[in-house]
C-alpha cells in the first residue's frame, strides 16, 4: 500500500505512531497488547518510531512493521533515521525492509547522541531521502515537518525552505511534530503552500497524560504550551485521572477544530496506549467520512 495514494480522496484519513517496547517493559511480545487495542480504531496506517528515546539501531522496528502489515493487515511506514548511519548501514536496512515487505519510510534525520558520534555519509534527513529514490524507487518516502519550526533551525522561513527540500528530493507525504495550539499549524500550512509544498500534511496531535511527561518532551522538541493547556497541566497535575481526562478532551477539541478546516490528516501519538486512541476516536468516529 503507497501511503501517499490514502489521501487522494481528499477525506482525512488518521493514523497511529507507536514506538519498540523497552526490553525491561516486557520487550516486542508486549506490542501484540498495543496492536491488539490500536486495530480497533482502524487507522489508515501506523507507523513506528526508530532508535527514538536512546533505543538506538533497533531492528524490532522493521519486525513491529512487519507485524502490524502481516499480523493485522494495516499499512505500516517505518521511520528511519541517518545520522547514526552510514550508506552500508542503510543498504542494509533498505533490504531487510524489502525482505518483509515494507515499503512506506518516515526518512529522517534523528539527533545526534553524545555518546555516538554521528556517522558522516547524510547530513539532513533530504540527504537520506534522495539516496533512498536513487538507489529503490519504489519506497514511498515520507518527512517529518515542524509547525513551530525546528528547535534547531534559524528561523522559520529557512525551516520550510529546508522542508521544501525534502519534498523536491522525493518526500510524498509530511507528519508534523507534536503541536497544541492550531493555529500555528494553520500559519505553517499556509507557509508551506507559499513555497509550494504540495504534498498532504498530517497534523501530528499527541494527547498529554502527565505535566511531567509533557514539560520534558516540549523542552525537547520545542513545542509552545498555550496558556489553556497550562491551565489544564497546573490545576489537575496532583490528579492523573483528572488530567488524562482533561487533556483527552483538550486533544478531541483540536482534532474537531483541524476536520473542520480540511486538514488533510491526523497522526496520533498513542504513545503505546490503546486506551487513549479508543476513547479519543470514540468521540470523533463519525467525523471521518
Ligand atoms: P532534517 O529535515 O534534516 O532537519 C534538521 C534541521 O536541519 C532543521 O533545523 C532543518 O531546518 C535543517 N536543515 C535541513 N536540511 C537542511 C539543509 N539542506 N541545509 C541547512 N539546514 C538544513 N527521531 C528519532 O530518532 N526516531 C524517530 O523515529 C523519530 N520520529 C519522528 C517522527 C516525527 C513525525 C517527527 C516530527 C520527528 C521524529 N523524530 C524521530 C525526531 C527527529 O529525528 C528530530 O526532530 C531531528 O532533530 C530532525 O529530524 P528531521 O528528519 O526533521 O531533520
Redesign the pocket.
Known sequence: MDIAKLFETGKPRFSL?IFPPKTHQGGIETIYETLDGLKDVRPAFISC????GGNRADSSTIEICSIIQERYNIPAIS?L?CVNNSKEDIDIILEQLKAKGIYNI??????PKPDAPAKEDF????DLISYIKQRESEFVIS????PEG?P??DDIV??VI??K??VDCGAEHL???LFFDNEDFYRFRERCAIAGIDVPIEA?IMPVTSKQSIMRMVSM?GASIPAKLAKILNRFENDPTALEEACIVYAIDQMVDLITNDVDGI?LYTMNKPYLAKRIFAVIDKMRS
Open positions: 505512531e518510531t526508530y532508535g527514538a521511520h533515521t518516515l526518512a529522517l534525520r534523528g539527533d547530513a539532513y534527513a533530504s518527512a517529518a515537518c515542524y525546528h534547531s533551525s529557512s525551516d529546508n522542508l527540500k525534502k507528519i508534523s511534530q501530528g522538541c497522526h
